[in-house]
Structure formats: structure tokens, C-alpha cells
């Protein structure tokens, strides 16, 4: 190729040698500050090699002498927001949980607090959201609620459970097997079902609801009301609504009055922070069923607030 | 011709050092024009900042901010939020454009006149001249010894290069935060660590590019020559010298002595001394050549001196070059910037900023979003009615508070009610009070009679209630349960 080169007369330079197509390469030297940036580049990367984890050993890299690593950035950045949250955190603390709805901005922390928690602990039985599971385990979105929906109520229930059979405080009730065990014989159970649909308007009065309605006053209205309307000391549902946890359908009752299923919940007490259950608490009531406490509750303003 | 053994590489160096450059003062009007252009660009840069500009007291006062930090985009009266970054994209489409325009129409005019690199090197050019004097006593220095003149100088000249500099990196970040405020935390310590970093950055920068790298920059650095080079064609102007009118060179003394032998140029090397990136534009057009036309000022000056016409070396295009050359004239600067591909590229610009002003004018400054929660799509209530919930994002991009109202069409029975307020206040309207120049974003629950279809669209909007009536709607789905379900 040698013999090609020849000296571009326009510019005075050599060319390399190479020709395509007519076009040809001149062999214009680098600038030297080019060189220099270029030694330049090869300190950098020798001082980045000292200083920062380099060379891949057996079982891990070299750790550089600065000793930075990746998780120790996370671990900063962790502490960093801890530092941040801890206003609120200490703020969220201090305040009753009553009087949370009252402050919004703090009330919009707590909520998105108990979102993440909620995430963590929660939604492997009552779903994403809060949307329940049917069958198993309740929507906490809805307006219906088996121990109360206000924020005292909630706070209550995540600290303590439900059913823990080793804790005092714990809420617990106990439906009767009324089939299994034989308290009501299959057409009375026929019966109490009758009229149980016909309190929630899905049947029509019949011979078998007046029936029923005997044998209800006897045997159900102790925990679940005169009229049906239930009783949250008991954790018993409203039975004439359009909510069923475990289905309304003639099958779905009659399977529930032979044998309920008399869900558990584990205590969070144990195993949370009193700031948690209280965000968690003001989560789930954000759901859109929470219910106003006995303590009135101040209507938000702001930015949040309706009229 | 050297042979090609003379070439076999042994000459030819693989690194060669940058040949000073030294240029020499020069007056004339390109240069008072680039004076002048020098005086606005710097003006603009240093002072814009520091204009004020009232918005009321929900929104800086600085004429031009880029608030990073709150997503705000502040442009003397045009706000400019993240989701309407658009309108800068719109701007940097006018700016390519008129980039391609200028270089049309009149070559590398831009890399000649408005260019930072450019006009740093010339403002960094006139330290020297200040500092060393002019090209003779700057070429003398440089080659002198290091002699205690030397260092002296060579000290003043550089702590000079770096107020500019550091005055060029402070100018910078004062356009990201409150211009007034930013200085005395700058100078208390107490700005941002990011804002010393950015000045560090930016003094280094202008230091080396400005005082050291000058024209090395435009001849190995920047793209844009290379770009511009395909953008040209034989009707951009260029700075030509007039080869069939100067050659042969030779003196005045020796024209006088065979006249009609010699051309119009006496090799005075003028046009090379000023040249502030150092090239021989009587070599013809090449990518050193930035078109800042001082070469042109120069060889006039000479020409006059010698009694001859203007224009030896002068701004002309590759047709005026053919048809000059021939014995014909050249056109009128005005024709050739008037031409279809200049019209065409004007009207492309002019076009897109018509539009943005339009739609600037027409934008309304409260917006709407909805998204419908996902889990669960829709909720059981327990008198049978149906309840879906939404996150409403309400955008009110006005420097002022608003009252709005949120309503919902095409839903019959349909009530709502925020995440703050209870159902048994629903209502089919509600009122809300928007922070200034903020998003707010609400629960929103809507309850709804549980017959109906399975999945219904409907509208949810949004208006003012403070003057402007204006606002926006979303349209929208609501879930009910499958039949049987």
C-alpha cells in the first residue's frame, strides 16, 4: 500500500495510502493535547482502580482503598430518609389518632405511611387495595364492617386480632356449628336460611321464613340483632345488607349455618410499632368505609377538604 | 513531488504541537458588528438573570428561572410546567431551524459572530492584546525566555482569564434559583454543594476552552462545522478570497515596475495576521474558516491604502464565484437572501413559532387527570348501590388560589365525595379550593345505583369558579360487577 502514498497537494499532507472510490485518507497527526488528554484518561483510570472496587477476585472484587460500596450508599440513603420521615413520623406519633382526619397534611402522610405498610403485611390476605378476598377474607373498602369501621375500631382490631386464642384482649366470638353439632336439624336450618334472605330482600316472605323467623329470635338474634342489623361486639355481619363475605345465595348460608368459618386475624401488636398500627389504621379507614368515631371529627380544608 | 520513500513515515509526525496563534488588531465594520454582537450575547448572558418580573406572591419574581427543584420552567410571562415540556422542544426545533436558516442564507455566520466558543476566544483575545500588546509583541513574548516580564505578565494574564472564567460559571447557575438570594448564599457557603460544583465546573471549562483550546475547539471538537458543511450550498454566502482579481501576488513596488503582470493582492499577509484561528483564507474555503469576515476589514483597509477597490477578499457565493470569474457581476446581497430555500426554511420557523403562540395563548391553565383505581375496580356497598374509586389529579397552573367544581355526566344516579368527606354528604357536585401553581391530588369516590352495565363510560370534569369558567374534562370508566357475580 506504501507505494500509494503521495502528498495531498491542497493541504501539503501525506495521505496513509488507502484509496476507495477516488476518496483517499490523509495522515493529519493528532494534536498533542489530544496525547495528553489521552495520558490524562490512563491516571484517571489507575487512581479509579486504587480507589474504587476494580479487579474481580475468587469470591469478590477488590474493595479500593476509599472502601465505597453500592449498599453502603443505600444504607446512607436509608438513614438519610429515615432522618427525613422522622418529623412526621414524631408528629404522626404525638397526635391522637381521632384527631388525624383533622390535620390533612398529616393525615395524607399517616395514609401513605400505612399504604406501605399495608403493603408489606396486609395484602397477602385482604388482596392489593384492600379488596378482599370472597370466600375468605374481607374487602376493607366497602362500608360494611364485622368489628367497626371509625379509627379507634380499626387501630383495635390490627393491634390486637381476631380469634388469637393466647391474647386477653384479643376480639373473639364464636358462631355455633349449627348443622355439624346438630343445634338445628337440616329443615330448621332450611328455614332460618329463608328468612335470612328474606331480611336482605332476596326472597319473598314465605311459610318457611315465618318458620324461620321462630327460630332466629331463639337462636341468632342474640348476636346478630333483632331485625337481623348485627352486632359489632360480637364481630357479627349485618345479614341485611348486600355484602356476604362468604355469599348470600341459599347454598353459600345454609354451608354457613352448618359450619362457619369464624375467620382469624393475627395481632399486630406483637409485631408492629404503635406508628405503623396508627398509619395502618389511617390507611384502611381511607379505604372508603371508614366511619366517624364517637369523637366528632373535624372536616378537612385545604386542598383536600369538600365543602 | 516527494518520492514516496521520503514518505515512509519517518517525517511524518504522529503528534504535532498547536502553531500559536497571535491575531492581530483590527478595525473596520466587521468588526465594530462583532463589537456589537459581542456586547448584546455577553449582556444577554450576564444580566438576564437579574431581571424582575412580578407574578404575585405565589411565584418567584425572577423574569427567567429554570426552578429544577419545583419543575417550573419560568419565561418572563409564560409558565412552562414538566408536562408541557413541548413548548421547549417546539423551541429547540426553531432553534435547529434557524440554524439551518443563518447557514443558508449566510454560511457559518453563527460559528463567526454568536458562538460562545467565538465569542469567548475574542473577548479572551482582546485580554492579550491588553496584557502582551498586539501580534509582534505577543509572538516575541511567547518565544522569549521565561524572563521575570514574563512570568509577571503571563500571571496577570491568567488571574484575568479566571475572574472572566469564574464570572462565566457564577453567571451560569444564577438562571436555576433566586438570582439575589443565590449570590449571598454563594458567597456565605450555604448554596447547594451542585452550585460550587457547576462554577468549578464551568470556570475550568471556560478557562481551558476560551484561553487555551480557542480554535482547536471549532477545528476538533465541535461537529457543527462538519454539519453545517453539508447544509451549504453554491448560493450560501462564504468569505472568499477573489483569486482571479489578487494572483499573481506581488508588491506595490513591483506592479509599479510591470504593470498589468500582477494582481490585486500584495501579499501583505494581513488577512492571515488577523485571523483569530490562525488559517491562510487565500487557500480557499475550509473548515478553519469560522466566517468572522476580520480578514475582510483587514484586506479593505490595505486596499484603500493602495488605491484600490474593496472586496478583494469579501463575503460571496460559489455562483457569484463562477460568474465573477467569467467577467460577469455578482448579485446583490438581498437576492441572494432571498431565495426560495431561505423563504422556505423562514416560513418552516415562523410557522412553528406562530403555533406555540398560539396554543401559549390558548392553553388553559386548569387541568385534569383521572385515573380509576384498579384494585378493587369496583366495591359492593351494602344497600346494593355501586361504588368506584379514582385518583383525580387537579392541576391548577395559575399563580393564584382557585375554587373549582368537579362534576360528573353521563352516569345517572351517580354521587361523589372526596377521601376528606363522608358519603352521607355526597352530592353530584363538589367544590374544591386549589393551593396556588400546585397539583393536588384527591380520592374520589362515586357511588351509583348497582344496575346498569357491567361497564359504562362516563365524564368527569372540572371548571372554575373564580372568573374563568374555562377547565377540562376526562372521560372515564365505571365498573359494576358481571351478572351472576
Not at chain 1, 372508603?288 to 386542598?303: D, M, N
Not at chain 2, 449566510?106 to 469567548?120: D, E, H, K, L
Not at chain 2, 344497600?383 to 355526566?409: F, W
Amino acid at each position: 500500500m506504501a507505494e500509494h502514498k503521495r502528498i495531498d497537494e491542497a493541504t501539503g499532507t501525506t495521505t496513509v495510502g488507502h484509496e476507495w472510490d477516488g476518496i483517499e485518507e490523509l495522515n493529519t497527526p493528532l494534536p498533542r493535547w489530544w496525547l495528553w488528554t489521552f495520558y490524562a484518561t490512563i491516571v484517571w483510570g489507575l487512581a479509579y482502580v486504587v480507589l474504587y472496587p476494580a479487579w474481580p477476585m475468587v469470591n469478590r472484587a477488590t474493595e479500593g482503598v476509599l472502601g465505597w460500596s453500592s449498599r453502603g450508599d443505600l444504607v446512607k440513603e436509608m438513614a438519610a430518609d429515615a432522618k427525613r420521615r422522622a418529623p412526621t413520623v414524631n408528629a404522626i406519633a404525638a397526635t391522637a389518632l381521632a384527631d388525624l382526619p383533622a390535620q390533612p397534611q398529616l393525615m395524607q402522610a399517616a395514609v401513605q405511611g400505612g399504604g406501605a405498610a399495608f403493603r408489606v403485611h396486609c395484602v397477602q390476605c385482604h388482596g392489593a387495595g384492600g379488596a378482599g378476598v370472597k370466600n375468605l377474607y374481607p374487602s376493607l373498602t366497602d362500608d360494611d364492617w364485622l368489628w367497626g369501621g371509625d379509627l379507634a375500631s380499626i387501630e383495635y382490631t390490627v393491634t390486637h386480632g381476631i380469634r388469637n386464642p393466647d391474647h386477653k384482649d384479643t376480639r373473639t366470638s364464636l358462631m355455633p356449628a349449627f348443622g355439624r353439632d346438630g343445634i338445628l336439624d337440616a329443615a330448621q336450618i332450611g328455614d332460618v336460611v329463608s328468612f335470612v334472605r328474606v331480611i336482605s330482600r332476596q326472597e319473598k316472605a314465605s311459610a318457611a321464613s315465618a318458620r324461620g323467623a321462630a327460630l332466629f329470635a331463639d337462636n341468632c338474634a342474640v348476636c346478630h340483632g333483632a331485625g337481623g342489623q348485627g352486632g359489632r361486639q360480637f364481630g357479627a355481619p349485618k345479614l341485611t345488607d348486600a355484602i356476604w363475605l362468604y355469599g348470600g345465595d341459599r347454598d353459600s348460608l345454609t354451608a354457613t349455618v352448618n359450619q362457619p368459618r369464624n375467620g382469624v386475624m393475627p395481632r399486630w401488636g406483637g409485631r408492629l410499632d404503635p406508628v405503623t398500627i396508627k398509619m395502618l389504621s389511617a390507611y384502611v379507614y381511607s379505604l372508603g368505609g371508614g366511619e366517624k368515631g364517637l369523637a366528632p371529627v373535624a372536616e378537612g380544608t385545604g386542598a383536600d377538604g369538600q365543602p | 513531488m516527494a518520492s514516496p520513500e521520503d514518505l515512509s513515515g519517518q517525517s511524518a509526525p504522529l503528534y504535532a504541537a498547536r502553531k500559536g496563534v497571535y491575531p492581530k488588531a483590527v478595525n473596520g465594520p466587521f468588526r465594530r458588528f462583532k463589537w456589537a454582537i459581542m456586547a448584546v450575547t455577553l449582556a444577554i448572558y450576564y444580566a438576564t438573570p437579574w431581571i424582575r418580573w412580578d407574578r404575585g406572591p405565589y411565584a418567584p419574581d425572577q423574569a427567567v428561572l429554570v426552578d429544577l427543584a419545583n419543575r417550573r420552567f419560568y419565561m418572563f410571562q409564560i409558565e412552562i410546567w414538566p408536562h408541557e415540556f413541548y413548548y421547549v422542544a417546539g423551541l429547540l426545533i426553531m432553534a435547529g431551524i434557524g440554524l439551518f436558516l443563518v447557514t443558508s442564507a449566510v454560511g457559518r455566520a453563527w460559528c463567526g459572530y454568536t458562538c460562545p466558543q467565538t465569542v469567548w476566544t475574542d473577548l479572551f483575545q482582546h485580554v492579550d492584546r491588553l496584557v502582551d500588546g498586539d501580534r509582534n509583541a505577543q509572538v516575541r513574548l511567547a518565544n522569549g525566555p521565561w524572563t521575570f516580564e514574563k512570568l509577571s505578565k503571563r500571571t496577570v494574564k491568567y488571574l484575568i482569564y479566571l475572574t472572566i472564567a469564574f464570572w462565566t460559571g457564577g453567571a451560569w447557575i444564577m438562571y436555576f434559583a433566586d438570582a439575589p438570594t443565590l449570590t449571598v448564599d454563594f458567597w456565605t457557603g450555604q448554596a447547594a454543594p451542585i452550585a460550587y460544583g457547576t462554577v468549578a465546573v464551568l470556570t475550568a471549562t471556560t478557562f481551558i476552552l476560551g484561553g487555551f483550546m480557542r480554535e482547536q475547539v471549532c477545528i476538533y471538537m465541535c461537529p457543527w462545522p462538519r454539519i453545517q458543511t453539508a447544509m451549504m450550498d453554491e448560493k450560501s454566502l462564504l468569505v472568499t478570497y477573489k483569486d482571479w482579481r489578487g494572483e499573481p501576488r506581488g508588491s506595490v513596488k513591483k506592479a509599479q515596475a510591470h504593470p498589468g503582470a500582477f494582481g490585486d493582492c500584495i501579499d501583505c499577509n494581513q488577512c492571515v495576521a488577523v485571523c483569530p484561528t490562525g488559517i491562510d483564507i487565500r487557500e480557499g474555503p475550509q473548515i478553519g474558516c469560522i466566517t468572522c469576515a476580520l480578514c475582510i476589514d483587514a484586506c479593505d483597509g490595505v486596499m484603500a491604502q493602495v488605491g484600490r477597490p474593496r472586496g478583494l477578499i469579501d463575503y460571496c457565493t460559489l455562483d457569484d464565484v463562477a460568474s465573477e470569474k467569467a467577467g460577469g457581476a455578482g448579485r446583490p446581497i438581498r437576492k441572494t437572501l432571498l431565495r426560495p430555500r431561505t423563504l422556505l426554511y423562514f416560513g418552516v420557523w415562523s410557522a412553528i413559532g406562530a403555533a406555540m403562540l398560539f396554543s401559549l395563548g390558548q392553553r388553559t391553565r386548569l387541568d385534569l387527570a383521572v385515573q380509576h383505581d384498579r384494585s378493587p375496580l369496583y366495591v359492593q356497598l351494602s344497600d346494593g348501590q355501586i361504588r368506584n374509586n379514582y385518583t383525580l389529579k387537579l392541576r391548577n397552573m395559575e399563580t393564584r388560589p382557585r375554587r373549582v367544581a368537579v362534576t360528573v355526566s353521563g352516569l345517572p344516579g351517580a354521587v361523589l365525595w372526596t377521601g376528606a368527606g363522608m358519603r352521607e354528604n355526597a352530592a353530584q357536585r363538589i367544590e374544591l379550593a386549589l393551593p396556588a401553581d400546585s397539583v393536588t391530588s384527591i380520592k374520589l369516590f362515586i357511588a351509583a345505583p348497582g344496575a346498569g352495565p357491567a361497564r359504562q363510560d362516563f365524564t368527569i370534569a372540572t371548571h372554575g369558579l373564580d372568573g374563568d369558567p374555562r377547565g377540562d374534562s376526562d372521560t372515564i370508566q365505571f365498573d359494576r360487577p358481571e351478572a351472576g357475580q
